[in-house]
């Protein structure tokens, strides 16, 4: 299992809930993990702006990276700029 948190636009999608504990081997297991108990994050997966920061290093499209048990695992609002 690994310890998720939510933050920013991802919480408020999600209803105010900021942690959760999901199983899952990548990225992409995750992410579909989190769609199925919080489909209101459904929109806010598909857009694509969300990054994923596993044990303090961040990915952005790296939907197969492995999660090592027991990692922390943030997820935020990806960030624009020109």
Do not use: H
């Not at 919480?11 to 942690?19: D, E, K, L, R």
């Not at 990054?51 to 609002?77: C, H, K, M």
């Amino acid at each position: 299992m690994v310890q998720v948190t939510l933050s920013g636009t991802i919480q408020q999608a999600a209803g105010g809930i900021s942690t959760l504990e999901i199983e899952a081997k990548n990225i992409r297991q995750l992410l579909n993990a989190l769609e199925k108990l919080c489909p209101a994050l459904k929109p806010e997966l598909e857009k694509g702006g969300i990054a994923v920061a596993i044990n303090g290093t961040i990915y952005r499209d790296d939907w197969f990276q492995p999660i090592p048990e027991d990692s922390e695992v943030f997820l935020i609002p990806r960030l624009a700029g020109g």
